[in-house]
């Protein structure tokens, strides 16, 4: 582990980035190419929280995920900018489907093989936006905000989340729920495990709430493959809290939702987007009314990181993969370079960096890719002393991780296709 050593004299500061992240019209996202943009974009928001060691970066991003070696140049970029390291850096996605996703490990192996067509690897608006969020950073740092109390909220949110995987009375998944549900026997079935809090964490400057981050687990998909990038239904709870109270910067980031999606309460209807985004909105806001401020000082503030070696899936064979990029379709070869990027990454010995935010008896742990949300209940239940939240969604090299049984059970996110 690592840890950061509090300087007494220093006070905790906190400074704000924001930034449009939304891709131009023409540019490929995670399935289609963009063809135009209407009122709402793609955000990268995040913080950097200074006085307790080196600083400490908090990053979330609306797009589908970034992978490999694009998740490190994301949390190298940030620790520059910021004077810390990049094992202090966390950049997670919020998963939303009309998004770009974002691996340079798959770009080069796709360049290396003599690809033409690099699909949604195709990186060059990412590789700006880097740029761009060097400077948001950097800029933002003049900006710092003393920061006195942080404060905890948890609130219930309604008819949103239910568990994707229906099993059969034999122990096996027998259907899936996806976020788009038109089966009405299927939304019809209990919403089964899932997580139904939402949390907040808010930082004051006394008792001026300077920051809000949220904490949700679900697939955030009403519909998609529109052409249009959209924040989906939790970036629109996002914007109406921003508008609800614009002096506080308004995070929020996906929890372990791998199996976690609307489909009970979403049968496809357009509308249920705004449905579901004023069902999370009103959570984030009744969760940060629940919090209350406790002060907090360069000793209250930590941080912590464990690396740890997440085993590549025995399907993953390299010279299979090699033949897909030698002489498969393009939409092969795409896949198989983001399975080969991951493959590669784990036999170079390759760690996924695991991270955890102390904020006295406030904790966040920072996981990596689409993890199931009975990793996210189990963090809650081992420290019931302390108040937990997650953000999952990290490094999006792995795909799902489900639990060990959830392997032998099949279903989509545990097949050769999800999981890594």
Not at 86 to 114: K, M, Y
Not at 262 to 273: E, L, T, V
């Amino acid at each position: 582990c690592t840890l950061g050593f509090a300087d007494d004299t220093a006070p905790v500061r906190v400074s704000t980035f924001d930034l449009d992240v939304t891709p131009p019209v023409g540019s490929m996202m995670a399935y289609d190419p963009v063809r135009l943009h209407d009122e709402l974009g793609l955000r990268c928001r995040g913080i950097v929280i200074s006085g307790s060691g080196k600083p400490i970066v908090l990053c979330a991003v609306d797009w589908i995920g970034i992978a490999n070696e694009a998740h490190d140049a994301f949390r190298d970029v940030l620790s520059r900018a910021a004077g810390t390291t990049p094992d202090r850096v966390a950049v997670h996605c919020l998963h939303q489907h009309d998004a770009p996703r974002c691996d340079f490990t798959a770009e080069r192996i796709l360049h290396h093989s003599g690809a033409t067509d690099l699909g949604p690897f195709e990186s060059s608006f990412q590789k700006t936006t880097l740029k761009q969020l060097d400077q948001a950073v950097k800029a933002g740092l003049t900006g710092a905000q003393e920061i006195t109390h942080a404060g905890f909220g948890s609130a219930l949110v309604q008819k949103v989340a239910s568990n994707r995987r229906l099993l059969g009375p034999d122990g096996l998944v027998r259907a899936t729920r996806y976020t788009t549900c038109r089966d009405a026997a299927m939304r019809a079935e209990p919403e089964g495990t899932i997580d139904p809090e939402l949390n907040c964490v808010v930082l004051y400057n006394q008792q001026r709430p300077v920051v809000s981050m949220t904490y949700y687990a679900c697939h955030p998909q009403s519909y998609y493959r529109t052409g249009i990038p959209s924040p989906d239904f939790p970036g629109i709870a996002r914007i109406m809290r921003s508008q609800d109270s614009p002096e506080t910067i308004h995070i929020h980031f996906n929890g372990a939702g791998g199996n976690i999606g609307a489909g009970k309460y979403n049968d496809g209807d357009k509308a249920n987007r705004l449905i579901l985004a004023s069902r999370v909105a009103d959570a984030m806001e009744r969760a940060f009314e629940d919090a209350r401020p406790f002060p907090i000082d360069a000793d209250s503030v930590d941080w912590r990181t464990v690396s740890v070696a997440l085993p590549p899936a025995p399907h993953l064979k390299v010279d299979e993969l090699e033949a897909k990029l030698a002489s498969g379709s393009a939409a092969e070869r795409q896949s198989a370079s983001a399975d080969l990027a991951w493959l590669n990454r784990c036999q170079s010995g390759h760690q996924i960096l695991l991270g955890c935010l102390a904020l006295d008896r406030v904790r966040v742990l920072h996981m990596p890719g689409e993890l199931f949300v009975e990793y996210q209940l189990l963090a809650k239940e081992m420290q019931t002393d302390l108040r937990v939240a997650m953000a999952a969604y990290g490094d999006y090299g792995p795909g799902y991780i489900g639990t060990e049984i959830a392997y032998g059970q099949g279903g989509y996110e545990t097949s050769q296709r999800a999981s890594r």
